[in-house]
């Protein structure tokens, strides 16, 4: 596995192959049990953010959950081609009101 930057991404090659320009490691993955050993792959190897589609994430939370509360890495659900399943909102909402104490979004 071959990382060149501190920041990478997980997803089909559709909606990932773009990111490559803009600088990020771009990793391919058509399913969770192709992308699980890459994103514990890449925690293990100190990358402190990875991006992953939220097709892959929503089949993937026990691993979310398992880095949720860990300093690294941030794990962000992002839309993929096929647009936002509201999946990556859903997340940020429940982490601002366990971090507030109330729902402030």
Do not use: C, W
């Not at 991006?51 to 959950?65: C, I």
């Not at 860990?70 to 366990?98: C, Q, T, Y």
């Amino acid at each position: 596995m071959k990382l060149m930057h501190s920041i990478a991404i997980i997803g089909d090659r559709d909606s990932v192959l773009g990111f490559r320009a803009l600088g990020l490691s771009v990793f391919f993955a058509d399913t969770a049990e192709q992308a699980r050993p890459i994103l514990h792959k890449l925690a293990r190897s100190g990358v402190p953010v990875i991006y992953l589609t939220e097709a892959l994430a929503v089949q993937m939370k026990a691993e979310l959950d398992r880095y949720q509360d860990a300093p690294s890495p941030s794990i962000i659900p992002i839309p993929g081609k096929s647009g936002s399943l509201g999946f990556g909102m859903n997340r940020l909402k429940d982490a601002v009101e366990r971090a507030v104490g109330a729902d402030i979004l």
